[in-house]
């Protein structure tokens, strides 16, 4: 058994388990005596409710191997109350055989989505590959976040800018909601990347200098990419509202993804970010 099936299993022993104890007998109606001593559902009651067998379930939370179905899958997701994204993220793990392989992990950035990475200006934009590094950016998205090409590329990385970067902390207004929904879409979306060394690196590292990340690390969410607003602190240009999207670029290799900034129309953010894009930029270090 390869060391990536091996730690795939063990993955799923943790989720399972840490969804299994988020439900209450109450949530499924079943009566509660004072002599039951657990928070959530016990491995008979799951697998009751999946229609599956308590020792093939067992061997599951053992991290021993097992071959579900998709039709178990779906099942246990029920039983287990997951959500869409949660679904998906089981089946990923359990059965990683029934999702298209995850892309190559080193891209290369097609030119017409470069240009339209430039078209996209006055409002701020920037690509990720498959492990969240930027591998491009415009002009505003640089005015606001900083220069990318000062970064070393190794850190250029928007998880690790989030958690281990102290100007993008200052940032965001509401740093800690966009942090922590960014640990589930990171877990979610690199699911297929666990066999990956830069991967286990990032997040020995982020478990070692950020106790945010080691808090949120093991609770095991996972979340889809978000559309919301996000309240940028730009120390010059003042607050600005984005509407932030991140959509998945139809490009020929596959994993990039294209995020935008888009400030709302209300109020001064549509002025304080053409007044931020259009002053004179600093030198910036050669890329």
């Not at 053992?62 to 109350?81: D, G, I």
């Not at 994204?85 to 891209?107: F, M």
């Amino acid at each position: 058994m390869s060391d990536s099936e091996t730690q795939a299993r063990q993955q799923l022993a943790h989720f399972l388990k840490d969804r299994r104890a988020r439900i209450s007998a109450r949530d499924i109606g079943l009566p509660v005596s004072a002599r039951r001593r657990v928070p959530g559902l016990l491995r008979e009651e799951v697998a009751q409710l999946a229609g599956i067998s308590v020792t093939w379930y067992t061997w599951m939370e053992q991290a021993r191997p097992t071959n579900p179905s998709m039709a178990v899958l779906k099942r246990l997701a029920r039983a287990l109350r997951l959500s869409t994204t949660e679904r998906a993220h089981l089946i990923n793990l359990a059965r990683p055989d029934l999702d298209p392989a995850a892309p190559a992990a080193k891209l290369a950035l097609p030119a017409p989505l470069a240009e339209t990475l430039r078209g996209l200006a006055p409002h701020p934009a920037y690509m990720v590959d498959p492990h969240w590094d930027v591998v491009a950016w415009n002009e505003p998205a640089a005015r606001l976040f900083g220069d990318f090409g000062k970064i070393e590329p190794t850190a250029r990385n928007i998880l690790e800018l989030l958690f281990l970067d102290l100007t993008w902390r200052a940032l965001f207004a509401d740093w800690a909601v966009v942090a922590e929904a960014a640990v589930g879409q990171y877990r979610a979306s690199t699911v297929h990347l666990r066999d990956d060394q830069r991967l286990r690196t990032r997040i020995a590292r982020l478990m070692e200098r950020s106790a945010e990340f080691r808090r949120w690390w093991p609770r095991q969410e996972v979340a889809g990419p978000a559309s919301w607003r996000k309240t940028i602190n730009h120390p010059q240009a003042g607050t600005i509202v984005f509407n932030y999207a991140a959509l998945r670029a139809d490009d020929a290799q596959g994993g990039l993804q294209v995020v935008i900034y888009t400030p709302v129309a209300d109020g001064m953010s549509p002025q304080r970010l053409m007044t931020l894009v259009a002053a004179k930029p600093r030198r910036a270090a050669p890329r």
